[in-house]
């Protein structure tokens, strides 16, 4: 009798500290050897000449989600963008339970619920808090016990923006339930000011997506997260860092020894503002929030990546249509046509699939980064801020068999016609990348292979998180005064 349903055999297994010539045994979708030699499986894959890394955890995507502009449901279901994240060498993704409008909270976390069984990778999900009512302050700490260990809060769009006394109110109750939470950091009033402005100059085209918030509304609003959160002691992570000046509040933080997380997202490393200035409304196809900047924040970011003060890249997939309504949403980048000015655009690009391609020949192939560096950025960081290491985020016995073998030398033209998402367009059309993953695992079964999606709906599971020492407090206070004990 075999000793394992599957061995990965003669590939370079590459983690976010090592790289070694082995074969990887798996059985019972679970990682249990990895050395030279193993004895035969009952299923084979040669992996030889290339790369056998960790499946790619997305901390943070947008699945089956209302518009936080026209609340309608963006374009993908949990099978198409589950399906569309392993293709592109993603196993795992952290999406939103949002706090829908008219619903109590533990409702519409157990619709999202119903939706997400559609999976066909694991899953987790950050709740989406809009109003920290009453309901919502006694519903949270049964949520996080049941395993939501993440709380998302907007700092901006009048739909979801929380004021600072709300983000200190979740942030306390966070701290004390032994949560984590994640920050969409801009600051609200100076983007609907210079909005407004803009559209009084007459200023609506795409291109004026990027000057309604210039960095300076992420600087000013990352520094003022990093101050509430060093005055409660509480870790938390600013989502999608984009310019050089919002990654030095957060290095100058982290040199004062506070917890403070940061990541930006693929589109921060490739696209910029100019994207947007395109002709027949095409730029609203590069619109997102916060806006893409200049090749000069491009390189600083890449900088801070390797030094760490960035610690991840996610997709921030927010997928909307831009020319052809599907049945499952109607929503589209231009409802009002090729005039559709910038404020009425829904933010967010797709990226599911592309995400990790993009960080590979960005960084890997384009000399910025190392391979243990791509599987730190894509997978293993994540998984151990977000409570998913060692399950996730690495090979080693124990693990969950979620695995990407990569063709490093692999060329591929980027095209719509060849992705697995539900939208019709991708901002990548035509770009050229080396490094492809070619078949990924998900618990040891082959979910995607040669460019085709061969797993099934409802393969995913949810994943409950625990509560974990990696984003506890440090017990540092700014003054003699505990405020959580009550005492100094």
């Not at 939706?115 to 949270?140: G, S």
């Not at 998302?152 to 109110?169: A, H, P």
Request: net charge negative.
């Amino acid at each position: 009798m075999a000793e394992f349903d599957t061995v990965i055999r003669g590939g370079l297994v590459a983690t976010a500290s090592d790289i070694m010539l082995a074969d990887v045994g798996i059985q019972g979708g679970v990682v249990t050897a990895v050395a030279k030699n193993l004895p035969a499986g009952r299923n084979e894959i040669d992996a030889q000449g290339k790369y056998v890394m960790p499946g790619g955890v997305d901390s943070h995507c947008h699945i089956e989600q209302p518009s936080s502009i026209s609340g309608k449901m963006n374009a993908d279901t949990f099978l198409t963008g589950t399906r569309s994240a392993a293709c592109g060498g993603t196993t795992s993704v952290i999406c939103f339970s949002p706090q829908r409008v008219g619903w109590k909270l533990a409702d519409s976390t157990a619709d999202y619920h119903e939706r997400a069984k559609k999976a066909a990778i694991d899953y987790t999900f950050h709740l989406i808090v809009n109003d920290p009512n009453d309901d919502v302050m006694e519903t949270l700490p049964s949520l996080i016990a049941d395993g939501h260990r993440s709380i998302k809060i907007f700092m901006t769009y009048d739909s979801n923006r929380v004021t600072d006394d709300g983000v200190l109110k979740l942030m306390a109750l966070a701290r004390e339930n032994e949560a984590f939470m994640v920050l969409h950091a801009e600051h609200h009033d100076m983007i609907k000011w210079q909005t407004e402005r803009l559209l009084a100059a007459g200023l609506t085209d795409a291109k004026y997506h990027a000057w309604s918030k210039p960095g300076v509304v992420e600087r000013e609003a990352v520094h003022r997260v990093i101050s509430m959160s060093e005055l409660l002691d509480f870790p938390c992570q600013i989502f999608h860092v984009t310019c050089a000046e919002a990654a030095e509040e957060i290095h100058r933080a982290q040199q004062r020894g506070v917890k403070i997380f940061g990541e930006t997202c693929a589109q921060y490393l490739t696209l910029t503002a100019d994207d947007m200035d395109r002709a027949n409304g095409e730029g609203a196809k590069y619109v997102c929030s916060p806006s893409p900047r200049t090749p000069a924040d491009i390189e600083a970011l890449w900088g801070y990546l390797k030094t760490g003060v960035l610690g991840m890249v996610s997709s921030d997939h927010a997928p909307t249509n831009f020319a052809v309504a599907s049945e499952h949403s109607s929503d589209l980048k231009l409802p009002d046509g090729p005039g559709t000015p910038f404020p009425k655009i829904p933010n967010g690009l797709p990226g599911l699939e592309t995400r990790l391609p993009l960080l590979f020949n960005e960084g890997v192939t384009g000399g910025r980064i190392d391979i243990s560096q791509f599987v730190a950025l894509s997978s293993t960081n994540p998984a151990k801020l977000f409570g998913l290491y060692p399950k996730k985020g690495t090979i080693a016995p124990g693990s969950d068999a979620d695995i990407a073998i990569w063709d490093p030398t692999k060329q591929v033209t980027i095209r719509q016609a060849d992705l697995h998402h539900a939208i019709d367009y991708t901002p990548y059309e035509g770009w050229q990348v080396t490094g492809w993953p070619v078949t990924t695992l998900s618990r040891g079964k082959v979910v995607a292979d040669g460019g085709d999606f061969v797993g099934e709906a409802g393969h995913g599971q949810f994943l409950a998180r625990a509560p974990y020492d990696y984003i506890k407090p440090r017990g540092v206070f700014p003054s003699p005064f505990d405020p959580f004990a009550g005492q100094s």
